[in-house]
Antibody
Framework: EVQLLESGGGFVQPGGSLRLSCAAS????????MSWVRQAPGKGLEWVST????????YYADSVKGRFTISRDNSKNTLFLQMNSLRADDTAVYYC???????????????WGQGTLVTVSS | EIVMTQSPATLSVSPGERATLSCRAS??????LAWYQQKPGQAPRLLIY???TRATGIPARFSGSGSGTEFILTISSLQSEDFAVYYC?????????FGQGTKVEIK
């Protein structure tokens, strides 16, 4: 069974930085593309970023491009999201998710971790 | 960016009744559409991918249909555990985009 466990969330002031981690088990981590998806309090889901298994392909939402960096350590089965220049509208639960599908061009999110809350406020 | 629009925003249904949820894409996404269920305080769970293929372990009362720009999620006979928020998501183009969700509540 695939398990994804996020950590690293917390309270940070605007302009600050935070690094999220997602520890994966039960999968061949290096073979799987991974993503971050966020959900602001009481709102819907927003895709944030995706990275291929080899880290050769990386995608970002425009809302985080230039501020967030996705990366992975396949030797430790861990996904990361480095978040810089944080803003109040980055406040959300951040979920990591494994991607399923035959190619990077066509894949969906399954399964999801339980999420970690990031609060950006002064 | 492809905009996904779900309707209705809220659906009030009695247990045992059928629920029909709609999702419309602003341009064709072929059959590259997924549906997720989210209960309060929980992570989303994949229900359907490829517009109509049920994910592993998903009961047969959940079915998806459609292609191009119009999609439907049908829950044939609502059980108590099905009251939740449902999201559609396209994976035909980057950026990946979600609908705003349909809340299925008890009537």
């Amino acid at each position: 069974e695939v398990q994804l466990l996020e950590s690293g969330g917390g309270f940070v002031q605007p302009g600050g930085s935070l690094r999220l981690s997602c520890a994966a088990s039960g999968l061949t981590f290096s073979a799987d593309a991974m993503s971050w998806v966020r959900q602001a309090p009481g709102k819907g889901l927003e895709w944030v970023s995706t990275i291929s298994g080899s880290s050769g392909s990386i995608y970002y939402a425009d809302s985080v491009k230039g501020r967030f960096t996705i990366s992975r350590d396949n030797s430790k089965n861990t996904l990361f999201l480095q978040m810089n220049s944080l803003r109040a509208d980055d406040t959300a639960v951040y979920y990591c998710a494994k991607l399923e599908g035959a190619t990077m061009a066509r894949n969906w999110f399954d399964p999801w971790g339980q999420g970690t809350l990031v609060t950006v406020s002064s | 960016e492809i905009v996904m629009t779900q309707s209705p925003a809220t659906l009030s249904v009695s247990p045992g009744e059928r629920a029909t949820l709609s999702c419309r894409a602003s341009q064709s996404v072929s059959s590259n559409l997924a549906w997720y269920q989210q209960k309060p305080g929980q992570a989303p769970r994949l229900l359907i991918y490829g517009a109509s293929t049920r994910a592993t372990g998903i009961p047969a009362r959940f079915s998806g249909s459609g292609s191009g720009t119009e999609f439907i999620l049908t829950i044939s006979s609502l059980q108590s555990e099905d009251f939740a928020v449902y999201y559609c998501q396209q994976y035909n183009n980057w950026p990946r985009t979600f609908g705003q969700g349909t809340k299925v509540e008890i009537k």
